[in-house]
């Protein structure tokens, strides 16, 4: 099916294990993010990528790792899980055509992560 | 730093009525403000998107303003009903990272009562 999928949408692993979250798109869309989502502080971006093998840091990158060898998918790892990266992670993607002035945001379906 | 306040955590309507939301910025002038819908264990989907020189922009039962003095945007859903029911969320670009990023609001939940 077209869009963006992301995968496994529900994660439960343990401190200090290395877990890869799975984003894929099927739009070709040049940019793709990764947010995390929390209460009380809404939703934070960790990397993106403005195409494959370009990626750069957003607002809170550390203990996380990225990779875009291929256009269409844009997977997350987490190093050395830590209880602080509980939490609710989107990935999006944005066709990145045009001027980028106003270009929206598509989301996938998020993947809930609990590290104990 | 650029920052975004969404005024209300939640807001309770009555069905019928008109809901309004709020967001303010600060530090810097956006070249545009984007509106999402988020439901219960989804992501968010893009809903309205209104540039500096509009001041409204309306889509169906929402309508969305843009006051570049105030610094303030208005959501606006009116004859909202129990469907409407979800959190909202307003996204200004990020001034100082990569051209289509977004910088969120903590959004606002909308409960609209039968």
């Known amino acids: 099916d077209a869009g963006i999928t992301q995968s496994p949408r529900y994660k439960i692993t343990e401190t200090g294990r290395q877990v890869t979250l799975m984003c894929h798109q099927t739009?070709?869309?040049?940019?793709m993010f990764w947010y995390r989502q929390d209460l009380g502080h809404g939703l934070r971006l960790i990397y993106y990528s403005a195409a494959a093998d370009i990626t750069d840091k957003g607002e809170v990158p550390d203990g996380y790792v990225v990779s875009r060898s291929k256009t269409e998918n844009f997977p997350l790892t987490l190093e050395s899980a830590t209880r602080s990266q509980t939490s609710v992670y989107f990935c999006a993607s944005l066709s990145g055509t045009g001027s980028l002035v106003g270009e929206t945001q598509y989301f996938g379906p998020g993947t809930r992560l609990l590290v104990l | 730093s650029q920052k975004i306040e969404q005024n209300s955590e939640a807001l309770n309507i009555q069905e019928g009525k008109t809901a309004t939301l709020t967001c303010n910025y600060t530090?810097?002038?956006?070249?545009?403000l984007q509106w999402y819908r988020q439901d219960p264990g989804r992501g968010p989907v893009f809903l309205l998107l209104i540039r500096e020189n509009e001041k409204e922009k309306r889509k169906e039962r929402l309508k969305v303003t843009f006051d570049t003095t105030l610094k303030q945007s208005l959501f606006h859903i009116t004859a909202s009903q129990p469907a409407d029911s979800a959190t909202y969320l307003c996204a200004l670009e990020d001034y100082g990272g990569s051209q289509g990023n977004l910088i969120f609001g903590k959004g606002t939940k909308l409960s609209v009562k039968p």
């Open positions: 530090n810097y002038s956006p070249a545009y």
């Open positions: 739009w070709s869309h040049s940019y």
